[in-house]
């Protein structure tokens, strides 16, 4: 269809004769009225003979130039106009409205076929030439797109990878971000756990020492009857007793120190102490409470935490000698690990902030060290943050520390949730003491001599007959001697542990009542070998002893009546 020749030629048999002479090269194609012709060249032709008087047609001519004024930018269509011969040069206007055609062929008749067909054969090799250009620019086209279809591939792939390269980045940076902070974190709890053994050591052994000390002054005002040396015996059970509470610091931090836990509610302990935080604070420092709602419960000692809360509020104190705000807040952690600290679950965390001057970062990561303080020395025994660690830690949490120079510091303790429900841990109570008894037979288990010397001689006083061993292996002998009606064993020996030794003697002689004597001791490990055992934590007095064995003892012999012979 591209290749016809279209005619239109209204007048006579003008059409018919073009026809047959164009028709021995070429398809021709007679086109009666303009609509026709146009209609035929939007279907595709190579050419079009037209006569002169049909382009007297203005409606013909408008169309005509409506097409042509859209044609593609390869297409130059070819006309063959067939004028009538005249004298002279031809009227303008006649000129314009052929050279509005574009691309024509003008032929003045009367001519002869040859030089019609010549016309036309040579209108329809500037087409086919037109075609091949359109071939070409159409390839041309194809490859452009598939250029430019490769370049957004090449590009969008190049994105892609790009992205790929940045998240795989990001993300090792993240892991060695992450790995870096889990190795400090790491190597810090692995730091302040063999401070903590040490500690724990240390105060073991201490204990030891003011047990011995202030049960010999308690012998010592039982025997003396000179008035006079009854207010050195206080001084100096004064003294043994502040050594105690140093000793109870450091198993704070050392998570051994013998906690009462129960059930608290946490917002309620901080504003019934609202007033002790304010009077530590001073006055020229301004306390604030933000605590959460509802108020969130946790299982731990409430005394600790108070010790906990108002150690912090006076380290606050000092950092703000000119004034500030100091305030406390709880707030509910769900779903926390506390940076990876701890495991994963709900925490109540307890803050304590201050405006005050700030901790350089280089001592951030000493603050819960042993006798570490920034106080001018003799203003602190350094063992107040330790034992906010040491506490948060052994009730199942941990602490943190945040602090910048110069705009203040804030130490956040966080506990484990409880549910609404959970039980209050109900502690026994100690009955009264009665007088010892002769006829009632203890075996005191310990390493120590001194330790074990005046334990045996305070039972003696009190007035029971008692036996001694210097390690486990040699009560167990004992024990399997003659079973004993009680038991006084140490914890930390250096063969076997009381637990231990509490444990093969159940298996020798069956129950038997025990008193567990430790300044530190491991109690889940007790617990798991032989339950909950009556504990007496040294340093202690006759007096705690006495009701402690006289308590057992009562017990043991209730059980006995109830358990028919």
């Not at 892991?175 to 240390?202: D, H, N």
């Not at 007033?275 to 959460?292: K, R, W």
């Not at 024990?479 to 250096?494: C, F, N, Q, S, T």
Request: hydrophobic share 40%; proline share 5%; glycine share 8%.
């Amino acid at each position: 269809m591209e290749l016809r020749v279209l005619i239109h030629a209204p007048r006579g048999r003008d059409a018919a004769v073009v026809k047959d002479v164009i028709q021995a090269h070429h398809q021709g194609h007679i086109c009666n009225t303009p609509a026709q012709l146009v209609a035929a060249l939007r279907q595709g032709a190579a050419a079009a003979v037209v006569t002169e008087e049909a382009l007297e047609d203005r409606s013909l001519i408008g169309m005509l130039e409506e097409w042509l004024g859209k044609q593609p930018p390869w297409s130059d269509f070819p006309f063959v106009v067939l004028a009538s011969r005249r004298p002279g040069p031809r009227p303008v206007a006649e000129v314009h409205k052929l050279h509005g055609l574009g691309n024509v062929i003008l032929l003045e008749r009367p001519l002869n076929g040859e030089t019609l067909l010549s016309a036309a054969d040579a209108a329809v090799r500037a087409r086919r030439r037109q075609y091949v250009t359109r071939q070409h620019l159409d390839e041309i086209g194809r490859t452009q797109q598939q250029v430019q279809k490769l370049n957004s591939d090449l590009e969008r792939r190049i994105e892609e990878r790009t992205m790929e390269l940045a998240t795989a980045n990001n993300r090792l940076m993240k892991e060695i971000a992450e790995r870096e902070r889990a190795q400090a974190a790491l190597t810090q709890s692995q730091k302040m756990e063999a401070i903590g053994r040490l500690t724990g050591g240390i105060a073991h052994d201490f204990n030891n020492l003011l047990h011995v000390v202030n049960m010999n002054l308690e012998l010592i005002s039982l025997y003396a009857k000179d008035e006079k040396v009854k207010p050195v015996v206080d001084r100096a059970k004064s003294a043994a007793k502040r050594g105690s509470k140093l000793t109870n610091q450091l198993l704070s931090f050392a998570r051994s120190q013998s906690l009462h836990p129960r059930l608290t509610h946490v917002n309620k302990l901080l504003t019934g102490m609202r007033d002790l935080i304010e009077i530590s604070a001073g006055s020229t420092v301004q306390v604030e409470f933000e605590l959460c709602d509802p108020d969130c419960p946790v299982v731990l000692d409430p005394s600790q935490l108070e010790m906990a809360v108002l150690n912090l509020a006076v380290n606050s104190r000092d950092a703000m000698p000119d004034g500030g705000v100091l305030r406390i807040s709880t707030c509910k952690k769900v779903d926390s690990d506390g940076d990876g600290q701890l495991q994963r679950g709900d925490y109540v965390s307890v803050s304590v902030s201050d405006s005050g001057s700030g901790i350089a970062p280089q001592l951030l990561s000493k603050v819960f060290d042993p006798f570490f303080t920034t106080k001018p020395l003799g203003s602190g025994t350094g063992l107040g943050l330790s034992q906010v660690y040491g506490f948060a830690r052994q009730s199942g949490g941990s602490a943190f520390v945040r602090s910048e120079l110069g705009k203040g510091t804030t130490v956040e303790m966080y506990f484990p949730c409880v549910s609404e429900g959970a039980e209050d841990p109900v502690e026994p109570v100690a009955a009264p003491v009665p007088m010892g008894e002769k006829s009632r037979h203890i075996l005191v288990v310990e390493d120590d001599p001194d330790v074990r010397r005046v334990i045996v001689e305070c039972l003696g006083v009190i007035g029971y007959s008692v036996s001694e061993a210097a390690n486990g292996r040699e009560g167990i002998d004992a024990i399997r001697e003659g079973k004993p009606d009680l038991l006084v064993v140490d914890y930390a020996m250096p063969d076997m542990t009381g637990a231990e030794v509490i444990a093969m003697a159940r298996e020798m002689v069956g129950d038997m009542p025990v008193i567990l004597a430790t300044g530190y001791a491991d109690m889940a490990a007790v617990e798991r070998l032989v339950g909950k055992p009556t504990v007496l934590r040294k340093p202690f007095d006759i007096n705690s002893l006495g009701m402690a064995v006289a308590a057992a003892l009562r017990s043991a012999d209730e059980k006995r009546v109830r358990v028919p012979a």
